[in-house]
Every structure is written in C-alpha cells, then in structure tokens.
C-alpha cells in the first residue's frame, strides 16, 4: 500500500508499517501495515514483538492541531511548529530546542562553558 493508502484506511490512529520504500527524505512510499492502534505507546508495545527483522516506521495517519502556542523561558510563541520525541529517561534533560526557537529567543551558546544565554 502507498502512505496515502495507509493514512486513508487508518485515519486518526497511529501504524506500524513494514515499509518497501523510503524517498528520499526517508518518508515511507509503500509499505504493509503491521499493526494499529490509538495511541502512540500500544504501537511502541507492538514494536518490541517485531524486533529489528523487518524495517519498520511509525505514522500517525491524523490531523495534527495547528493552533499550538506554548511559553519558553517566559515568551510566549503561537503557531510554532511543534514535533513531539520521547527521549530515554536515561537522558538528563527535559527536552529539546529547535534551532528556529533558540533564534526567536536571540540565544547565545558558550558550548566550551557549557551555558547559554538569552537575549
């Protein structure tokens, strides 16, 4: 099945799929799903079951909300394009910044310090 074809038969779940070919942004062109499921972490579960004998991506074949605004170190950014990660709880931060935020926030990093500053 194309991605098209998976998105429009699961809409609004989240799918594991076998894929046969990536493009060149490595998005899926055409794979086979292995399974479905509502939410985010039941297709993590479901992962661990296939192990790393298949090549597999992960979906959301839904509409992701556009009206996003959040607040970071007390500015406030509407419409900012959002991308959710689960990091390892072994790493000790509490998220990632994107290089457009850090621009927006007029950030300075002193990497041989290891700080950074705000403008």
Not at 44 to 58: D, E, F, H, M
Request: hydrophobic content about 40%.
């Amino acid at each position: 099945m194309t991605l098209a074809e998976i998105c429009e038969q699961y809409k609004g779940k989240w799918v594991l799929i076998e894929y046969h070919e990536l493009d060149r942004n490595l998005e899926v062109v055409e794979g086979d799903v292995i399974a479905e499921a509502p939410t985010k972490e039941q297709i993590y579960g479901k992962l661990l079951t296939v192990g790393r004998t298949k090549n597999t991506a992960i979906r959301y074949c839904g509409e992701w909300p556009t009206d996003i605004a959040m607040t970071v170190l007390d500015r406030s950014f509407e419409g900012a394009a959002v991308v959710a990660h689960d990091l390892p709880s072994s790493v000790p931060v509490d998220g990632l910044l994107g290089m457009d935020l850090l621009v927006a926030l007029r950030a300075r990093i002193d990497v041989n310090n290891g700080t950074m500053e705000v403008g």
